[in-house]
């Protein structure tokens, strides 16, 4: 393997955490153990549908190392979390999988430079017309169905920084990758940046991620999905909810099935319902203070 160029000195304390657990296992499965083990941390502490598998899961790999190794996972992930801490606009994760040349280039796996992603996210979304749906809305979502680290997404949200857009609140972010171990990554760093949403793992061109009531707000849990804390904050609880109810309403005033054949469709309703921003005010959190 070629030498090893690290950016700064986060990484650089990563790299040589992470050489000092690779002796007796491959780094493949050192990386591949960190990230399901740092996941399923994260998950367990929210998600209670998938959290006695992940218990288990998590049991498993941790038989295979001593208590000092079990130590250094730990201490890989305070640094990602302090790393992200202190520069929150990077890939951190993405840049050390391919700096350590851990890319599976048999499937031409290669993750776009950060750099890149946020320059995309910037056009793709530019300042106005995202302010102005966000304000008609209260709030709007973002996919990537191939997702990887993460960089996407995470140059999305520090674009909505630059806009003056307070992501956590105001942005619901989804992603899918068929590969289990980057999109785990994708999750992590979504998760300590404090980005609401949820991250399917599966094929998005034979599996797409659908939500189960046509709102991404809805997570499919019946898949295998890890939702991020921030998804289950009080805000996007709340809009869960008002979700739910504006579609217990429409049931309400649906005529039934038998007067629809009878004296066909039912009139469309005079006014569109009210937007989400209409029937609540999001209270801004704390965390940019």
């Not at 840049?95 to 430079?113: H, I, R, V």
Request: include cysteine; glycine fraction near 6%.
């Amino acid at each position: 393997m070629a030498s090893i160029v690290y950016k700064n000195e986060r990484q650089k304390e990563f790299g040589k955490t992470f050489d000092s657990l690779c002796g007796a296992y491959s780094r493949w499965n050192i990386w591949s153990d960190f990230i399901s083990m740092s996941a399923f941390s994260i998950s367990n502490c929210i998600d209670g549908v998938h959290r006695e598998e992940r218990e288990e899961k998590f049991a498993e790999i941790e038989k295979r190392y001593t208590a000092s190794e079990m130590e250094k996972f730990a201490h890989l992930l305070a640094i990602t979390v302090q790393a992200l801490e202190e520069n929150p606009n990077q890939d951190f994760l993405g840049e050390l999988y391919m700096n350590l040349d851990l890319g599976n280039k048999s499937a031409g796996q290669f993750f776009t430079p950060y750099h890149i992603c946020e320059m995309m996210s910037e056009i793709t979304s530019p300042p106005e017309t995202l302010k102005a749906e966000i304000e008609e809305k209260g709030w709007v979502s973002v996919n990537d169905p191939c997702v990887g680290g993460g960089a996407m997404l995470v140059g999305y949200a520090n674009a909505c920084l630059k806009y003056g857009i307070n992501y956590q609140q105001s942005v619901l972010f989804v992603g899918q990758d068929i590969d289990f171990t980057v999109a785990k990554m994708a999750y992590i760093q979504l998760s300590l940046l404090g980005c609401a949403g949820y991250i399917v793992i599966g094929d998005s061109l034979t599996e797409p991620c659908v939500s189960p009531n046509g709102s991404p707000l809805f997570a499919p849990m019946e898949r295998e999905v890890y939702i991020t804390p921030m998804y289950c904050s009080e805000i996007w609880e709340w809009r869960k909810q008002a979700v739910l109810l504006k579609q217990i309403f429409a049931a309400l005033d649906r005529p039934p099935k038998e007067e629809i054949v009878e004296n066909g469709p039912a009139p469309a309703p005079e006014s569109e319902p009210e937007s989400e921003s209409e029937i609540f005010e999001p209270v801004q959190l704390s965390l940019f203070d």
